[in-house]
Nanobody, 118 residues
Framework: QVHVMESGGGLVQAGGSLRLSCAAS????????MGWYRQAPGKQRDLVAR???????NYVDSVKGRFTISRDNAKNTVYLQMNSLKSEDTAVYYC????????????WGQGTQVTVSS
């Protein structure tokens, strides 16, 4: 079984900061790449940032310079530090963990709401 759980969302004023955490646990293999996605009302779920086990990162252009993704491999935990938040960052943020053996499977958390007030 694989469990993925996010925490750290909330309400913040524009220009403020929040830190999201996501812990993944697996009894069937090792967690590979982990990432954060977000979905605003009426929109599709899009990638925000992802990080591999060796620390390589990718960010969507709209958050570069404001968000930082990091991970603790020993804890299978990934973090998203969000600074200089804007109203357009308002969304439900989801964590995804990949587990790869001969094929890769994706596991999603339940999501955490981030609301940025202007």
């Amino acid at each position: 079984q694989v469990h993925v759980m996010e925490s750290g969302g909330g309400l913040v004023q524009a220009g403020g900061s929040l830190r999201l955490s996501c812990a993944a646990s697996s009894s069937i293999g090792s967690i590979d790449t982990m990432g954060w996605y977000r979905q605003a009302p009426g929109k599709q779920r899009d990638l925000v940032a992802r990080i591999t086990t060796d620390g390589s990162t990718n960010y969507v252009d709209s958050v570069k310079g404001r968000f930082t993704i990091s991970r603790d491999n020993a804890k299978n935990t990934v973090y998203l530090q969000m600074n200089s938040l804007k109203s357009e960052d308002t969304a439900v943020y989801y964590c995804k963990a990949n587990l790869c053996t001969s094929v890769c499977f994706q596991y999603w958390g339940q999501g955490t709401q981030v609301t940025v007030s202007s």
